[in-house]
């Protein structure tokens, strides 16, 4: 679709006119958003330090850094949406519109109108009780009370290459699917500037691969400008024009995309381009027994019956699952999201009942008492695993509920000292509560919660895929410490491909309930046999080769 036949506005400032699309330094190109000097105080703590950057129409400028560098600080001030007690100076300038001279009532038809905001998880943006197509007209409907907002909705919804009908709830569609809805609420009135805030980091590498595609379209397509917020290099290494890397409050090193992967001149920038390709120092794999095997594992669910005398369909999710697991190996499972990998990973630790199949741990079916204690997981959103009302003396000693003789008194402070230092932390901290922790810290804990018993395997599901980059590489080091030390086995879950190839010796590719190929982790990944695999591996995003620089 043309943005011509769209029927999508662009709602400018120079009397309505699309401004030509272009890349930096294009003839006709102008700056559609200028931040001057911009600063920003929460009561006495300095957040920005003075900050200077420009997008101009239909170019792409990636914002990266890791958490608290003050990225989304920068696009909250953008939009007018900073908290109480923020004090800003400097100017922010939307074409003609200094923005930080502007009172709510004019910000709120500046919000939705003349910039868009896709924010980093699509279902708490979304309301849960109203259709998809609801939320998109009030958006059109806010902003031009004359506007036919159903016939804009569907227009929007086609626009971003969704193709469900818009009386369907964000919960029955997928996680793509949701974000494609939220991005259709961000253009659904045209703006000039299109602010995205960590909009793939939940997703898998195929869907992460069709969003980034969709919004270089949309920007080249309708002439917005794109402000793109992440801490990921690789994300935006093919994506951006632009790249602005900040680092505590403020700019660090700015350039166009290719100056800066071949100069990289500021140490922070080389610091985050070599952890986004860190791999991790692991151990040589022991020859070793069987210890989990998974044996013609099948789990399926009962669908609604599409009315009360038809047959109750069912949903296939495992479809004949068979693999093995040594002991000591570090088996990688990937695949799309809805393959099947969370559904077979309930299945492994006895929480979901299987209809066919045996999956045992060392010859005992995992259901059994003695299984369960062998096996521990660590899961994706350490904050949301761990009671908040409890300190970290309690929370990481809940494993031992699992063992007929859970240690006590100066035993079990032995036990919570020695987890606490053999992931990086100090006794100490059992005395402190979760919220005091950073996310890298919350995820130590979450290991050392799963540490603690000893246990014989451990599923790590997603477990480093929330974590900066930086944060993400010291986490997979201390993983390939606590290997070498305790000669851990584990199976780890994720859809980012470079994270499983730097943590892994062996790698299953899951699709569509099934296993497709099983192999060693690099034979797989340079040399993969089954086109899904390769469809996986050309999806996920790649740094620029580059050399190195002193």
């Known amino acids: 679709m043309t943005p011509a036949s769209s029927g999508l506005k662009y709602r400018g400032g120079s009397g309505g006119q699309r401004p030509p699309a272009g890349r930096p330094g ?55 949406l900073l908290p109480s007690g923020s004090q800003t100076t400097g100017r922010i300038h939307l074409v003609d519109k200094d923005l930080l001279a502007l009172n709510e009532a004019q910000l709120c038809q500046i919000r939705g109108g003349r910039i868009g905001m896709i924010f980093q998880e699509p279902m708490t943006a979304l309301n849960p009780l109203h259709t998809i197509g609801a939320q998109i007209a009030e958006v ?37 699917q949701r974000q494609r809805v939220v991005i259709a609420m961000a253009i659904a009135c045209g703006p000039e500037l299109l602010i995205a805030d960590e909009p793939t980091t939940a997703l898998d590498v195929t869907t992460q691969a069709q969003i980034l595609d969709l919004l270089k379209d949309l920007v ?52 985050l381009f070599d952890a986004t390709r860190h791999r991790a120092d692991l151990p040589e794999t022991p020859a070793s027994q069987p210890l989990l ?35 000591g190996e570090r088996l990688g499972l990937v695949g799309e999201s809805g393959c099947g990998k969370s559904t077979l990973t309930r299945a492994i630790l006895g929480l979901d009942p299987i209809q066919s199949g045996e999956i045992t741990l060392d010859g005992v079916p995992v259901t059994h008492p003695d299984s369960r204690r062998h096996m521990q997981v660590v899961f994706q959103d350490p904050y949301g695993s761990f009671n908040p009302r409890h300190r970290v003396s309690r929370l990481i000693t809940e494993p031992f509920h699992l063992l007929p003789d859970p240690p006590k008194g100066a035993e079990c402070d032995r036990a919570i000292d020695q987890a606490l230092i053999d992931v990086g932390l100090k006794p100490e901290d059992k005395h402190r509560h979760i919220h005091a ?57 994720s859809h980012d491909l470079s994270v499983v190839r730097g943590i892994t010796d062996r790698v299953l590719v899951m699709q569509n309930g099934r296993i497709v190929e099983d192999g060693p982790t690099e034979q797989v990944f340079d040399h993969p046999r089954h086109p899904y695999t390769a469809q996986l591996i050309a999806a996920a995003p790649h740094l620029p080769e580059t050399t190195d620089v002193a």
Request: charged residues 20%; aromatic residues 6%.
């Open 26 to 80: 294009a003839a006709g190109a102008k700056p559609i958003l200028t931040i001057e000097d911009l600063t920003l105080h929460i009561y006495d703590t300095e957040i920005l330090k003075p900050i200077s950057l420009h997008i101009n129409a239909g170019e792409i400028l990636a914002l990266v850094g890791e958490s608290g560098s003050g990225k989304s600080m920068t696009a909250l001030a953008t939009m007018g």
């Open 140 to 176: 059109i409907r806010i902003h031009d009370p004359q506007a036919d907002a159903q016939a804009q909705t569907v227009q929007a919804l086609h626009k971003v290459g969704l193709d469900v009908p818009p009386h369907r709830y964000p919960h029955e569609l997928s996680g793509g």
């Open 220 to 271: 080249r397509e309708e002439g917005m400008a794109l402000l793109m917020i992440t801490h990921d290099l690789a994300v935006v290494s093919q994506m951006a024009d632009r790249i602005a890397v900040m680092k505590q409050g403020g700019i660090v090193e700015s350039a166009d995309t290719e100056t800066l992967f071949a100069t990289m001149k500021h140490p922070y920038t080389r610091a």
């Open 293 to 327: 095997r998974v044996e013609g594992v099948t789990r399926s669910y009962p669908l609604p019956r599409p009315h009360p005398f038809a047959k109750r369909p069912h949903f296939t999710a495992v479809n004949d699952v068979s693999f093995t697991l040594n002991e």
């Open 437 to 493: 922790f950073s996310g890298g810290q919350r995820q130590r804990l979450a290991i050392a919660r799963a540490l603690i018993i000893r246990p014989r395997l451990i599923l790590f599901d997603e477990a480093v895929s929330a974590l900066d980059v930086r944060v993400r590489a010291q986490i997979l080091d201390l993983m390939a410490e606590l290997a070498r030390e305790y000669r851990l086995t584990w199976l780890f879950i």
